[in-house]
């Protein structure tokens, strides 16, 4: 597994999947990058080089625990693009992922050529997602044998009233089959520590960073699942609104991680947007 040092000497690592012109992808949590397998098949169209973000996968832990946070794991993105020898590069990032590719987007757009955010979170740029809109969704899916009991949880937890967030996982998916389970135990964060710290005081300036990005010319798409309680379509359209060229897609019966749900439809999407 290739490797390269961060201006901190941090060690991180990442894979090197199919051929083609690169795309550098970031995975969300912060978690070990596996869950993202080849991204549903995209590795048929581009070379996947999928980041283990520090402490996660076989990336090393590193000597300064603040360096967990969201706004300084942009630098450890830079230095994969120059370790690559990249004068510009494609950005895939997902779910939490989303927050440093935005923010990557804010300071560094003149290396940027495409930016696809997959499963938006759209902390960065302050944008918010109420308790509301989650259930509003969430009851699109009553139909579900696992509704009555992941509702509930679901109800419970955004209203401030506790909940398991285990037992709202099937809303996070299309089908809730045993693919999808497996997924769901397989692609738990494992350092508890840096998802604590992903997020401190410090890690977003969404007025800052709207305004960069109102300027970033690079091409942009959005893919939000319908079903996406985490990342709703109506969040993710509001999120495209403050980018000079990017596009909202909303893949049908698809959630949180929409290339296991179709990844033909998905992997389409994606290809037709970076194109080659």
Not at 14 to 25: F, I, N, Q, S, T
Not at 96 to 115: C, D, E, F, I
Request: proline fraction near 8%.
């Amino acid at each position: 597994m290739p490797t390269f040092h961060t201006p901190d000497g941090t060690l991180l690592a990442y894979r090197v999947l199919g051929e083609g012109d690169p795309v550098v992808c970031i995975p969300g949590g912060p978690a070990d990058s596996r869950y993202l397998g080849d991204i549903g098949g995209l590795s048929a169209h581009r070379r996947l080089i999928v980041l283990d973000l520090r402490g996660t996968g076989r990336s090393a832990i590193p000597a300064d625990a603040a360096s967990y946070r969201c706004d300084r794991l942009v630098d450890d993105v830079e230095a994969l693009r120059e370790h690559l020898g990249l004068p510009q590069m494609d950005l895939l990032a997902h779910s939490a992922g989303t927050n440093v590719a935005t923010q990557y987007a804010a300071r560094y757009p003149q290396h940027l050529s495409k930016l696809v955010l997959v499963g938006p979170s759209t902390r960065a740029v302050g944008i918010e997602i109420t308790g509301e809109m989650r259930r509003e969704l969430a009851r699109l899916r009553k139909d579900e044998p696992w509704f009555p009991a992941a509702y509930t949880a679901l109800e419970a937890l955004t209203t401030g009233a506790g909940g398991d967030p285990e037992a709202i996982a099937p809303f996070f998916h299309g089908r809730w089959d045993t693919a999808a389970q497996q997924h769901h135990t397989a692609s738990r964060p494992d350092n508890q520590e840096a998802v604590a710290l992903f997020g401190t005081e410090g890690a977003f300036s969404p007025k800052a960073t709207r305004a960069a990005l109102a300027t970033c010319q690079a091409p942009t798409l959005l893919l939000a699942g319908e079903f996406d309680v985490n990342s709703p379509p109506e969040s993710a359209a509001e999120f495209a609104g403050l980018f000079p060229h990017a596009a909202l897609v909303v893949q049908p019966g698809a959630g949180h991680y929409p290339w296991l749900d179709d990844g033909h439809w998905f992997v389409a999407a994606i290809a037709r947007f970076l194109g080659r």
